[in-house]
């Protein structure tokens, strides 16, 4: 006979908060909790990457203001695929809609020299100085060191487990994306 599914929350779960935890979807308490747990790691580690990027380089960023998860996200979008970005372009591929927090990570970017803007038209485009392009490689080149040979014993090295996490992920995202538009209307 198989076995049903409790409708009580199992006290064993790894969760954030107890009281949100649904009877028809406990597990999904522990995706949230995996998710906090992993997004400040993973905020974690970007800061202390590009700091040590940023001190082998040598550079002063902001008059030695630290960049923080937001400037580094930023830095690396505007950075990719080596073209000029719009404001509206790198929110969105964050994910971001406040565009303020973003226009002052890129200001900050821009004051450090890492990031310039042009005009056209009336949009401004941004695109990565040469010391912000060295910077993204040293950064790259300390994640290599430290973060990338962790990841082979996690498949064996075929990159198809954590493929599907990011499949996973990038669903999780929509329906959380989905749920906010919908908690708007209630």
């Known amino acids: 006979m198989a076995q049903e599914k409790s409708k009580t929350p199992d006290a064993k779960r790894i969760v954030s908060s107890s009281h949100l935890v649904s009877e028809n979807a406990a597990e999904l308490s522990e995706v949230e909790y995996g998710l906090i747990v992993a997004w400040n790691a993973f905020g974690k580690w970007m800061v202390k990457a590009m700091a040590t990027a940023v001190a082998e380089a040598g550079i002063s960023v902001s008059g030695g203001t630290d960049l923080n998860v937001l400037d580094i996200l930023c830095l690396h979008s505007v950075n990719h695929r080596a073209r000029p970005k719009k404001l509206a372009d790198i929110c969105f591929k964050l994910n971001v809609d ?6 002052y990570a890129l200001k900050k970017l821009i004051k450090a020299g890492l990031v310039s803007s042009e005009k056209h038209g009336k949009e401004v485009l941004y695109a990565t100085t ?4 060295e910077l993204c490689l040293r950064y790259r080149a300390v994640r290599e060191a430290c973060l990338v040979d962790g990841f082979m014993p996690f498949d064996g090295g075929s990159g198809a487990e954590l493929g599907e996490v990011a499949r996973q992920l990038r669903l999780l995202s929509g329906l959380y994306d989905q749920a906010a538009r919908s908690a708007t209307n209630l």
């Open 98 to 103: 406040d565009s303020h927090t973003v226009n």
């Open 130 to 133: 040469d010391m912000g392009i």
